[in-house]
Nanobody, 125 residues
Framework: QVQLVESGGGLVQAGGSLRLSCAAS????????MGWFRQAPGKERDIVAA????????YYADSVKGRFTISRDNAKNTVYLQMNSLKPDDTAVYYC??????????????????WGQGTQVTVSS
């Protein structure tokens, strides 16, 4: 069992930055692939970024490429999402998720085994 707790969300003006953190419990964090997803009101939950268990491969949705960076620190059982040049369209609840098959990238949320409770990110224009 893995428990995930996100933090770092908030209200920011367009063009600003936020850094989300996701702290994981358990001794097997380094074997899990991790993903960040977001869900805006009335919309589906979509992939934002993902990273393999070793951290050697990352994935970004086209809408955030060049602005967001996913990283992980396996010694701290934490995955991060650095978000720069934020836009109002980035407003959503952001979730981190863990997948047991961590050697490859997964973009489908149904493949993920554990989810955090979400953190709200609001970008004002």
């Amino acid at each position: 069992q893995v428990q995930l707790v996100e933090s770092g969300g908030g209200l920011v003006q367009a063009g600003g930055s936020l850094r989300l953190s996701c702290a994981a419990s358990g001794r097997t964090f380094s074997s899990y692939g991790m993903g960040w997803f977001r869900q805006a009101p009335g919309k589906e939950r979509d992939i934002v970024a993902a990273i393999t268990s070793s951290g050697d491969t990352t994935y970004y949705a086209d809408s955030v490429k060049g602005r967001f960076t996913i990283s992980r620190d396996n010694a701290k059982n934490t995955v991060y999402l650095q978000m720069n040049s934020l836009k109002p369209d980035d407003t959503a609840v952001y979730y981190c998720a863990a997948v047991r098959l961590g050697v490859r990238i997964w973009t489908n949320p149904s493949m993920y085994d554990y989810w955090g409770q979400g953190t709200q990110v609001t970008v004002s224009s």
